[in-house]
């Protein structure tokens, strides 16, 4: 799959191994993060962000949500790298899980990128009020303020 250009800027700057000028690591390096049963699509983070995701696991105290933090962003981990075409080759496996056929979407989403398979998503250019799990005030940003104390 071609992973368009100003995703794999995202990645190669969170990437702290990724050297344009280097033989070995001229191309940026990512995890797919599959483990989450209830996915149904493929999760591509950079490298800085599964280890800030990582190291925010370890400090949970042991239980369940940290047994299954674990299996879903470690054990449910596969890293890759985008090859010199900016191509990111999907295994079989993945194919299979997520309905991904000749055709794809890469979806950003924050602190990831989404890739879709073509039958499972559908591009919009807005979002539907009822298509959203909170109520939003009127201002939106107003919810990054709060977490913020401003």
């Not at 800030?52 to 400090?59: D, G, Y």
């Not at 919009?124 to 298509?131: G, K, W």
């Amino acid at each position: 799959m071609s992973i368009p250009a100003s995703f794999r800027r995202v990645l190669a700057a969170g990437d702290p191994d990724w050297d344009p000028e280097s033989k070995d690591n001229a191309n940026p390096s990512l995890v797919m993060v599959t483990g989450d049963p209830r996915q149904k699509c493929l999760e591509v983070y950079t490298i800085e962000e599964i280890e800030r995701i990582e190291a925010r696991i370890e400090k949970l105290k042991a239980g369940p949500d940290k047994q299954a933090l674990t299996a879903i962003y470690s054990s449910g981990a596969t890293p890759a790298t985008v090859d010199e075409t900016g191509r990111l080759v999907l295994s079989a496996r993945f194919r299979t899980r997520f309905g991904i056929g000749a055709e794809a979407w890469a979806v950003a989403s924050l602190n990831k990128f989404q890739i879709w398979s073509a039958d499972r998503y559908t591009p919009t250019d807005a979002i539907e009020e009822d298509e959203l799990a909170v109520d939003l005030p009127e201002d939106p940003m107003e919810l990054l303020d709060a977490l913020e104390g401003l």
